[in-house]
């Protein structure tokens, strides 16, 4: 956990440019998607450890606080950076490789609530743009871009960029989703 935290901090000091400790200690008490990678390392320490009640509530704390709801199971690799984050929704099943970089609004989740272990595999060095929604047992190779407001539901090949054209299409929901 603490090797993680180390790597998003590392991370974190490329996109700053005040030196230690001050980036630190604004992001901590300033930015949104910087505490809540923290409070999900907190969870996600917790959950991994069969410890009741702390996965939860630092997840439940992280989503108070932030705006950000990361399921305390999610498997997050180091150097996650999470821009803007309010909204992020990441399913506790979630499988995100190192050094993501995440905007706000994105979901990555499951299709239906009948199957919520079928969550995205996102690879190393991924960028998902603003609003993009990842759904289903698919994955994400590394190196791969999404762009900003598409549906992705297929595998996405490592290096290959799905762009609001490249996306896949919304099919009519053959049932009421109530």
């Given at each position: 956990?603490?090797d993680?935290?180390?790597?998003?901090?590392?991370?974190l000091?490329i996109?700053?440019?005040?030196?230690?400790?001050?980036?630190?200690?604004?992001?901590?008490?300033?930015?949104?998607?910087y505490?809540?990678?923290?409070?999900?390392?907190?969870?996600?320490?917790?959950?991994?450890?069969?410890?009741?009640?702390?996965g939860?509530?630092?997840?439940?704390?992280s989503?108070f606080?932030?705006?950000v709801?990361?399921?305390?199971?999610?498997?997050?690799?180091?150097?996650?950076?999470?821009?803007?984050?309010?909204?992020?929704?990441?399913?506790g099943?979630?499988?995100?490789?190192?050094?993501?970089?995440?905007?706000?609004?994105?979901?990555?989740?499951?299709?239906d609530?009948?199957?919520?272990?079928?969550?995205p595999k996102?690879?190393n060095?991924?960028?998902?743009?603003?609003?993009?929604t990842?759904?289903?047992?698919?994955?994400?190779?590394?190196?791969a871009l999404?762009?900003?407001?598409?549906l992705?539901n297929?595998?996405?090949?490592?290096?290959h960029?799905?762009?609001?054209?490249?996306?896949?299409?919304?099919?009519?929901?053959?049932?009421s989703?109530?």
């Open positions: 956990m603490l993680n935290l180390r790597a998003d901090t590392r991370r000091k996109w700053k440019s005040r030196k230690a400790p001050w980036y630190v200690i604004e992001s901590l008490l300033f930015e949104n998607g505490q809540a990678v923290v409070l999900h390392r907190l969870a996600h320490g917790f959950k991994s450890r069969g410890i009741p009640f702390f939860p509530f630092f997840a439940r704390l989503l606080l932030t705006g709801d990361i399921g305390p199971g999610a498997q997050i690799g180091p150097g996650l950076l999470i821009s803007h984050g309010v909204g992020l929704v990441i399913g099943h979630a499988e995100i490789g190192a050094n993501a970089l995440i905007l706000h609004q994105v979901t990555i989740g499951s299709p609530v009948g199957r919520l272990e079928d969550m996102i690879g060095d991924v960028f998902i743009g603003a609003g993009a990842l759904i289903g047992d698919i994955t994400i190779g590394d190196g999404i762009d900003a407001m598409v992705v297929r595998d996405v090949p490592a290096g960029r799905v762009a609001h054209r490249g996306a896949t299409e919304l099919k009519p929901l053959s049932r989703p109530c």
